[in-house]
């Protein structure tokens, strides 16, 4: 399932969790944030229990955003003990994303 990351659960649900995370950085309004959700979902799914995978909403989480300095959306970035270790920019095939959820649990 698709965890719902804000600026006051960021640290609980990323930094803490204990495993990697994907963090999606969209909006509501971002056509291809839309386009890149299913995927987004299908990986949360596919990684349960593995990997935190989760959404922040820039318009409502400015905070996080700026702190890892979110400027295009969607921007997907893979965390591992705590640190940022890839950034994805843009919409690209599931594939793409697979291999990079790969390399974080090495």
């Known amino acids: 399932m698709t965890i719902e990351i804000t600026d006051s659960n960021f640290q609980e649900v990323v930094i803490d969790a204990g495993k990697p995370a994907v963090v999606d950085f969209w909006a ?3 056509g291809p944030c839309r386009m890149l959700t299913p995927i987004v979902k299908e990986l949360s799914a596919e990684y ?3 990997v935190v995978v ?3 909403d820039v318009d409502s989480n400015p905070g996080i955003s700026a702190k890892y300095g979110i400027r295009n959306i969607p921007t997907l970035l893979f965390f591992k003990d ?3 270790v890839d950034k994805q920019v843009g919409v690209v095939p599931k594939g793409a994303l697979v291999n ?6 090495k």
């Open 48 to 50: 349960e229990n593995r």
């Open 100 to 105: 990079k959820i790969d390399a974080l649990l």
């Open 54 to 56: 989760g959404k922040v």
């Open 82 to 84: 705590g640190q940022v």
């Open 28 to 30: 509501e309004w971002c």
